[in-house]
């Protein structure tokens, strides 16, 4: 029999320490599957904390008996100039895919929702990660081992439709999976840190991560950061396609690259601030049938004149490239209301009005 990738995968390609998957096992019924890939630096440890890890807190809250199932995994880290190499040039993002994908497959269900969340280079890792479930498909749960996983990724990797690559789904995936829903706070390019140099003689080998919206993703929300103008936090929005029969929104904050993505190291003033996305972010998905502690919103206070996490703290000032961002390209772009103060004259319209879901 073969040995199931869920069983192996703490060992497998050298997992992160920081990387946690949530042990819960739910009565087997219709089960949520929740994915949150860290963005670069961000883990669960003090200070390095950003919206995927709350998230992921947030969610270990709910009863045993949920019928959720969580999987954590903390972006790359820069422990010493050593690693500086590996920061630059996003080494660790294929792997960190297909452990996604293959934790992913090992437990996914027919009927079951999938929820891909993610934040900065995490968030850039959770789109390609439904990318390849939709151009090659989701392993069925007796099919997910690691040899399979392999071979599925070559598959993604090459960007063709193959003969080979046609009888592989066929012989293996699931005929049909669909993607409830994406989130992604301020999506950056899978090089993580673009110093110069380093992303020029690395940006070909991650062209082949589709990062579209693609047939199986139902809904896609997009937390972008109005305020960011170091180039190397350049963002990677969705383009609209007609042919695309989801839903996507695309919505500008007031702040800047951290404060979207709650990556804030000790600076707790900007919390209010940065609350504001993360709250936005989460009632998308409870409005999509996401469980949610009880009285989950009192946790996150939110206040749009609290001070920005700015750019220029710890490593920011040493990216001095900077330029405004462009807003208004794409027609699912919005302002949230609580920037309309800041950019009034921003060429975009209002968001929705928040709240899908009653309180809690």
Request: aromatic share 8%.
């Amino acid at each position: 029999m073969p040995v199931r990738l869920a069983d192996r995968i703490s060992h497998w390609l050298r997992r992160p320490k920081d990387g946690a998957a949530n042990a819960r096992r739910p009565a087997r019924g219709p089960t949520d599957h929740v994915i949150l890939l860290d963005g670069t630096l961000g883990s669960l440890a003090p200070g390095e904390l950003t919206h995927v890890g709350r998230t992921y807190r947030l969610l270990c809250d709910l009863p045993a008996s949920a019928p959720v199932t969580l999987y954590y995994e903390a972006g790359i880290q820069w422990p010493d100039w050593r690693r500086t190499h590996h920061v630059a040039a996003g080494r660790g993002i294929n792997r960190q895919i297909r452990r996604a994908y293959g934790y992913l497959a090992s437990r996914y269900r027919p009927g079951d929702r999938i929820f891909l969340i993610g934040h900065s280079r995490g968030a850039y890792a959770v789109r390609s990660l439904a990318g390849i479930i939709g151009s090659v498909g989701l392993l069925r749960a007796e099919h997910a081992v690691e040899r399979n996983v392999m071979e599925a990724y070559r598959h993604y990797e090459s960007a063709t439709d193959s003969p080979g690559r046609a009888a592989f789904t066929r012989a293996v995936c699931h005929a049909h999976c669909e993607i409830e829903m994406v989130g992604a706070w301020d999506t950056v390019k899978a090089l993580g840190l673009r110093l110069p140099l380093f992303w020029m003689l690395t940006e070909s080998r991650h062209a082949f991560h589709d990062h579209r919206l693609g047939p199986a993703v139902r809904h896609g929300y997009h937390a972008l950061a109005l305020d960011e103008r170091r180039v190397v936090f350049a963002p990677v929005l969705w383009e609209s396609a007609d042919d695309w029969a989801g839903h996507v929104e695309q919505v500008w904050f007031h702040g800047c690259h951290g404060d979207v993505g709650g990556q804030l190291g000790e600076f707790a003033p900007a919390l209010p601030l940065a609350h504001i996305p993360l709250v936005w972010m989460l009632e998308k998905a409870a409005g999509h049938g996401l469980r949610l502690p009880e009285g989950w919103r009192a946790r996150f206070p939110c206040d749009p004149a609290a001070p920005s996490v700015g750019m220029n703290r710890s490593w920011g000032k040493l990216f001095v490239l900077r330029r405004d961002r462009p807003v208004g390209r794409d027609p699912s772009e919005a302002l949230h209301p609580t920037a309309l103060a800041f950019a009034p004259e921003a060429p975009l319209p209002l968001s929705a009005p928040a709240g899908l879901t009653p309180q809690g």
